[in-house]
């Protein structure tokens, strides 16, 4: 007899119908079948057909195994030597073929054993030691970091588990407050968005519209409240309706009856009433005309139709000129040329925000995040042309960079427009080494930005 393969394992998986299993190896007796369910050896509820048989045979169940359940058919056996040779006999010929076959047998046993163990790979120099150390409760098989071999690690694995999640918490919760930031930065330029349209409607809304106050809702979209407020467009057309040229005489004639500007008729005379100079025009009359004269536009304010148009720098600009508003809006340092019929600028300086710390780890079991940059603080004024020199310096403070590893993020830089409107950076964020000790561990986020010179100063928010 020969051996013509080298299996002695075969593998299913139940139906909760099949009662029969083949095998296709040589198994000498019956005792050498071992039978497992779902890795369980079972010694009852099944019979092994074949034994002996070169081709193999079969296995039959009591009870069908149920659906999905692994089926393991494998030979085992014992590892002897059951031939004994006398001296001087005929050669044993068939009795040493069977002890060939045997011994064969068992290394085709002992080799699938060997097959499913731990093995250093071909190229090792023999120095890695892959004994397993001794056992104990919760530990996990890591590497020494000295020498090859396996060691128990030093904390339970769950409490590696633990700190991976409070790790993932705690990045999840640093996510959060970065979304938070970025949502305030986003409510506050729809504010900003909802001024610009109403400086908008102040300027040009048309004539006898009012103007419209606009608020941001919070999410892109606005809402427009009409106020009691008409536009600078409106009073300049009313302007125009209005001649007041220096030197104009108004006369009046006795036609008609009745009295307006003069008094009672006295036959064909119509004597004119007493009138009083304002301090701004010259009123001069005799028994039929009367002078009304307005000076030359050289003064700090004149009245038209009941509203006074007032300049910083003492001279006079027609109400007409007003009738619109220009956005300028700088993002990197340079110079504001002062358009020429500028009447008044509001005016907003943001500093740049702080740098987040960085976080430099010293191991796999190790978390830490660092602290977020500090907000900018934002300084805001309204300044008159007589305030804003024809090109102002216009500094845009840049944010700070983020830290290296185990380094402090840097601040943002200070932001001004000339020396009158600054704003100071954020704070930079605080940064470390994330060590087994800090496991978890948020660093500080980096101090608002909280000087600055202007009407109104904002305060930065603190990094994250």
Known sequence: MTISTDKNKILYSGDGVTLSY????????TDNMQVLLDEVEQTTGYTVLGAGDDEGGSVVFDVAPGDEVAITLIRELPIVQEMDLTPYDAFPAESVEDAFDRQTMVSQDLQEQISRTVKSPTGDDGSTDVTLPLYQAGAALTWDVTEKKLVNSEFPLDSYIAQAAQSADDAALAESGAATSANTAQLKVWD????????????????????????????????????GDYSAYHWAEKAKEVDLDAGEIN??????????????????????????????????????????????????????????YLRADAGWVPASAVVSANLVVMTSSGTYTRPSNLLYADISVVGGGGGGGGVLGTGLDTGMAGGGGGGAATGRSVLSVGQISTGTAVTVGVGGAGGGPGADGLPGATSSFGATITADGGGGGQGGTATALSNGTIRLGGPGGELGTADLLLVGGLGA
Do not use: C, Q, R, W
Not at 22 to 29: A, E, K, N, T
Not at 211 to 226: L, R
Not at 251 to 268: F, W
């Open 22 to 29: 083949i095998y296709d190896f040589l198994v000498p007796i």
């Open 192 to 227: 900003a968005e909802a001024e610009e349209m109403t400086a908008a409607s102040y300027s040009s809304e048309l004539e006898n519209v009012h103007v419209n106050v606009y608020t941001s809702n919070g999410d892109g979209t606005f809402t427009a409240t009409v106020s």
């Open 251 to 308: 006369t009046a004639t006795s036609a008609g009856a009745g009295e307006s500007i003069v008094l009672a008729k006295v036959g064909v005379d119509l004597p004119f009433k007493s009138f009083t100079a304002s301090g701004i025009a010259t009123i001069s009359g005799s028994a039929d005309e009367v002078n009304y004269d307005v000076p030359s536009p050289d003064v700090e304010e004149a009245p038209i139709d009941g509203v006074k």
